[in-house]
């Protein structure tokens, strides 16, 4: 649409004019690399990340896939340790390059009604810090509405002979699923509303298992490799699908991320087990950059 690509080239040329010119301090959080704070009370503030740049005001929503939880440094504003919110996600990467106004409120554990309406601890739904006067939006969410993390940290806990690992109810997650894109569409729909003007970019998940097999690490027996691809092949299409009838940018990152996952030679996501201060089947470093180029290249 013309429209949309004449806003698209404002919002590149804005920030071409200050790429190279910036310090984002908002990104050189003092939390060690440990993961020191990420079950602290600190109370959780509504703008987590705020910069002083004079690009175009980007807002980062989502969860702990867009947090980066354990990707060091911590951000320094507040409720960045509570949230396990990293100064090198992919938003904060982006904002570096592009030279954005970031206001970051992705937090881990996030669902979509975290965004919406509901609290997490003691920070606002994240949909607060959009504004008439966002440029940029950045969505990551719908993982944890049909536990697609959780049953297989579950899982991997169970058959590594953990204890309280609680359980997985495969029927619930099938439900969810159907209603998954619905919850995802409302997000985008409630942005829309805020920021008419905004560009909304939907950055689907990591690809966190391989097409076929398995691998040392990733403690998962055939049948449930088999219903954990199922999961994530239906959030994968829950993405292509909202966007498709919202207008919304969709980054693939899901397909982007295939050959890179957790068994893989190059992985862009930990292992069940991963070194020490690392998070499970969480996105790394190398994931965090190839989000964040993707997120670049569907701006341009």
């Given at each position: 649409?013309?429209?949309?690509?004449?806003?698209?080239?404002?919002?590149?040329?804005?920030?071409?004019?200050?790429?190279?010119?910036?310090?984002?301090?908002?990104?050189?959080?003092?939390?060690?690399?440990?993961?020191?704070?990420?079950?602290?009370?600190?109370?959780?503030?509504?703008?987590?990340?705020?910069?002083?740049?004079?690009?175009?005001?980007?807002?980062?929503?989502?969860?702990?896939?867009?947090?980066?939880?354990?990707?060091?440094?911590?951000?320094?504003?507040?409720?960045?340790?509570?949230?396990?919110?990293?100064?090198?996600?992919?938003?904060?990467?982006?904002?570096?390059?592009?030279?954005?106004?970031?206001?970051?409120?992705?937090?881990?554990?996030?669902?979509?009604?975290?965004?919406?309406?509901?609290?997490?601890?003691?920070?606002?739904?994240?949909?607060?810090?959009?504004?008439?006067?966002?440029?940029?939006?950045?969505?990551?969410?719908?993982?944890?509405?049909?536990?697609?993390?959780?049953?297989?940290?579950?899982?991997?806990?169970?058959?590594?002979?953990?204890?309280?690992?609680?359980?997985?109810?495969?029927?619930?997650?099938?439900?969810?699923?159907?209603?998954?894109?619905?919850?995802?569409?409302?997000?985008?729909?409630?942005?829309?509303?805020?920021?008419?003007?905004?560009?909304?970019?939907?950055?689907?998940?990591?690809?966190?298992?391989?097409d076929t097999g398995?691998?040392?690490?990733?403690?998962?027996?055939?049948?449930?490799?088999?219903?954990?691809?199922?999961?994530?092949t239906r959030l994968?299409?829950?993405?292509?699908?909202?966007?498709?009838?919202?207008?919304?940018?969709?980054?693939r990152f899901a397909?982007?991320?295939?050959?890179?996952?957790?068994?893989?030679?190059?992985?862009?996501?930990?292992?069940?087990?991963?070194?020490?201060?690392?998070?499970?089947?969480?996105?790394?470093?190398?994931?965090?950059?190839?989000?964040?180029?993707?997120?670049?290249?569907?701006?341009?």
């Amino acid at each position: 649409m013309a429209a949309d690509k004449t806003r698209r080239n404002a919002l590149m040329a804005c920030a071409a004019l200050v790429v190279g010119a910036l310090t984002l301090t908002a990104c050189g959080g003092s939390a060690s690399a440990d993961g020191t704070g990420r079950g602290a009370k600190a109370e959780l503030a509504l703008t987590a990340a705020s910069t002083t740049a004079a690009g175009p005001d980007y807002v980062a929503l989502g969860s702990s896939f867009a947090a980066g939880p354990s990707i060091p440094p911590v951000q320094s504003s507040g409720g960045a340790a509570a949230c396990m919110r990293s100064g090198d996600n992919y938003a904060s990467i982006v904002a570096r390059d592009l030279g954005a106004n970031l206001t970051d409120v992705t937090c881990s554990g996030a669902t979509t009604a975290n965004i919406l309406t509901t609290k997490q601890g003691s920070q606002q739904p994240q949909i607060n810090a959009v504004t008439g006067a966002t440029d940029l939006v950045t969505i990551t969410i719908g993982g944890n509405d049909v536990d697609y993390l959780g049953s297989m940290v579950t899982y991997s806990c169970q058959n590594s002979g953990g204890t309280n690992c609680g359980s997985v109810d495969q029927g619930a997650i099938n439900t969810a699923l159907g209603t998954v894109g619905q919850k995802i569409e409302n997000v985008v729909n409630a942005v829309k509303a805020r920021a008419p003007q905004a560009r909304i970019l939907l950055v689907s998940y990591s690809t966190l298992l391989p097409d076929t097999g398995g691998c040392t690490g990733v403690p998962l027996t055939a049948d449930q490799r088999i219903f954990e691809r199922t999961v994530a092949t239906r959030l994968a299409q829950a993405y292509i699908d909202t966007a498709n009838r919202t207008g919304a940018t969709l980054v693939r990152f899901a397909t982007a991320s295939h050959g890179h996952d957790a068994c893989s030679a190059d992985p862009w996501v930990e292992k069940y087990q991963p070194a020490t201060g690392r998070t499970s089947y969480h996105p790394n470093e190398a994931g965090m950059r190839a989000a964040a180029s993707l997120v670049k290249s569907a701006l341009d």
